[in-house]
């Protein structure tokens, strides 16, 4: 058997293969223990087991068969192998706006190959027209891919280069740009640009996708869809998150960038606007503020770019019996910023007491926020909060702790001097802090109570 039929396949899988005369990209029927199952057989990562075979169902999704439980395989064809989308020529048009996508990573549009079940992906403006056609009717696209990482793989490097292509780019007339990205990190990404990249006069929106393209259920077509459409037609010039608004795709939301969180592992709802409200809604025909406080867009091409990280900045989260020792090491390690997420209105416990005076004393910055997410940081109403201010904590109002932690790291990549990092840590620069938290910015439903079964049948999940 040829190695493209046995792509990915080793040990028992591939005795497999080999047993009952199938191979990659075959459409089988598989009798097993449990059942039948049809589908086409798709190649497997050097990574993944040994065990199963992997095929893709007719319904989009895939399916893992432990090879043991196989009883009688039937081949009832076989496709042909295609892992480049093919090209279409994407139209320009000078009456419509010129969006720049940048990509980090992965792919922010894939097409499902239905011959062979592959998943091919897309990123030149020609694959992403023939993958999302719809993109021509919004604007004129370019693309560049400045590096090819996870999103848990972001970092200073990325954030920079990123922040100074941005700058790049409107210094050269875009109306909009467009960042692909994972979701796993795309909240602290945006928090960071959100204080690299100040004062853009376009829109500057993040895009992602919870669920590949290879399932019917997938959000990246039209989360793309949206992103472009706020990039090009959105009067928002700021860094926002688009993503699903509801788990149906009725509308995206455009999220400011440092007040959104990824609140869900799997959902496409997963981003959510914390202690605020969104800025806008986004659908296929424009977008539609929720609110009124942003920055505008606007017709010059100036931009403040400040692409500064210190790395020697972390994040502790406080739990019961935290002993001193860890903050100590921070320090014996050369950190010159510590932000913490506490309990309640921001508390640690007292044996830690003195390691916070060795830090504060050793010129550490440390900052407060909760580990609730929602509401302030008050450290004035109990002894424990005044004790630890007396001791050289900062609160942090109501920063999230990511967001405090990304503006901490910039601010100290610009200057030493604690004073004006204190002044650049409590001077609100794009919505990372805010005067007091709307009636409906903390919206926590509990599931499962008579109440809320009646009141979800009456609105979107």
């Not at 059942?35 to 065990?51: A, K």
């Not at 999302?132 to 990325?158: Q, R, Y």
């Not at 009124?292 to 100036?302: E, G, K, Q």
């Amino acid at each position: 058997m040829n190695a493209e039929k046995t792509k990915g396949y080793r040990g028992e899988a591939l005795e497999t293969l080999e047993k009952f005369a199938i191979g990659v990209w075959d459409d089988v029927i598989l009798k097993t223990m449990h059942g039948e199952f049809r589908g086409i057989i798709l190649p497997r990562s050097e990574f993944d087991d040994s065990t199963h075979l992997v095929l893709k169902l007719s319904t989009g999704y895939n399916v893992g068969i432990d090879i043991k439980k196989i009883i009688e395989a039937t081949v009832l064809g076989s496709k042909e192998a295609h892992y480049k989308i093919p090209e279409k020529e994407f139209p320009v048009s000078p009456d419509k706006p010129y969006v720049k996508l940048l990509g980090t990573g992965g792919t922010i549009a894939s097409r499902l190959d239905y011959r062979t079940g592959a998943v091919i992906p897309a990123f030149s403006p020609g694959e992403l027209y023939g993958a999302v056609p719809e993109l021509a009717d919004i604007c004129n696209l370019s693309t560049e891919k400045l590096f090819g990482v996870f999103s848990e793989n972001m970092g200073p490097h990325e954030y920079k280069t990123l922040a100074k292509a941005i700058g790049h780019e409107i210094e050269n007339g875009i109306d909009g740009i467009v960042i692909g990205h994972g979701t796993d990190t795309m909240h602290h990404t945006a928090s960071i640009l959100s204080f690299m990249v100040q004062n853009s006069p376009v829109p500057i929106v993040m895009v992602g996708s919870q669920r590949s393209s290879d399932r019917p259920s997938s959000d990246a077509a039209l989360n793309l869809i949206h992103a472009t459409t706020a990039a090009s037609t959105s009067d928002i010039a700021e860094v926002m998150v688009c993503m699903f608004g509801p788990t149906s795709d009725e509308y995206g939301l455009l999220h400011r960038g440092t007040r959104v969180r990824k609140m869900h592992s799997s959902y496409r709802s997963t981003f959510r606007t914390i202690g605020d409200i969104p800025l806008a809604t986004v659908t296929r025909e424009g977008v539609v503020p929720l609110r009124h406080d942003y920055n505008p867009r606007r017709n010059d091409r100036s931009v403040q770019i400040i692409p500064t990280f210190d790395e020697r900045v972390t994040m502790v989260y406080y739990y019961p019996n935290m002993h001193p020792d860890i903050i100590d090491a921070i320090v014996e390690k050369g950190y010159k910023g510590i932000v913490i997420a506490g309990t309640g209105l921001g508390h640690v416990n007292k044996p830690i007491y003195p390691a916070i005076e060795r830090a504060t004393a050793a010129g550490v910055a440390i900052y407060m926020t909760v580990q609730t997410l929602w509401g302030f940081v008050h450290m004035f109403v109990y002894d424990t909060g005044r004790d630890l201010m007396a001791k050289g904590i900062i609160p942090s109002e109501n920063m999230l702790p990511e967001v405090a932690y990304v503006k901490l790291a910039w601010a100290l990549g610009q200057t030493d001097d604690l004073d004006k990092v204190r002044e650049l840590m409590l001077t609100p620069i794009c919505g990372e802090i805010t005067q007091r938290e709307p009636h409906d910015g903390y919206l926590v439903f509990q599931g499962g109570m008579p109440e809320m079964a009646e009141f979800m049948k009456t609105v979107h999940k």
